[in-house]
């Protein structure tokens, strides 16, 4: 399998993080049949859940109770890495749901949240690497 380095998952996620922030931005300023304060929480919503999907997931395997003794490393790891699975799984069904919900009905606008599968993509993928390189 073709491993991509903590740096390059670092590198992309600034990317993502900048095409994230310009996304709601633009949502911001385009979607006007709603009230400014309904876009800003929108903007808002947009960048803490890209965050924190990536932040929550990269973090898990910094987690020292897993530890303990031999059986919570095997367990623990061994859970861990199906929860990164899962969570890399998820992220390709959000980005599909997204563009097909989009298209489907027609209000492209749907697609200014689209960075957040990426985020749950990288963050899950971090996690996944952590853990091989354990």
């Known amino acids: 399998m073709l491993t991509i380095s903590q740096s390059y998952i670092k590198k992309y996620y600034k990317i993502f993080g900048y095409v994230n922030l310009i996304f709601s931005i633009l949502l911001v300023i385009f979607l ?11 903007l808002i919503g947009i960048n803490v859940g890209f965050h924190m999907l990536y932040w929550f997931f990269s973090t898990l395997s910094k987690d020292s109770t897993r530890m303990l003794n031999s059986f919570n490393k095997i367990v623990g790891t061994a859970m861990l890495k199906l929860f990164a699975v899962f969570g890399i799984i998820c992220s390709f069904i959000l980005i599909y749901v997204f563009i097909e919900k989009a298209v489907s009905e027609k209000e492209l606008v749907g697609l200014f949240g689209i960075c957040l599968p990426f985020g749950l993509f990288l963050g899950a993928y971090k996690l996944w690497t952590d853990l091989k390189n354990e």
């Open 32 to 42: 006007t049949d709603i009230d400014l304060k309904e876009r800003f929480f929108a």
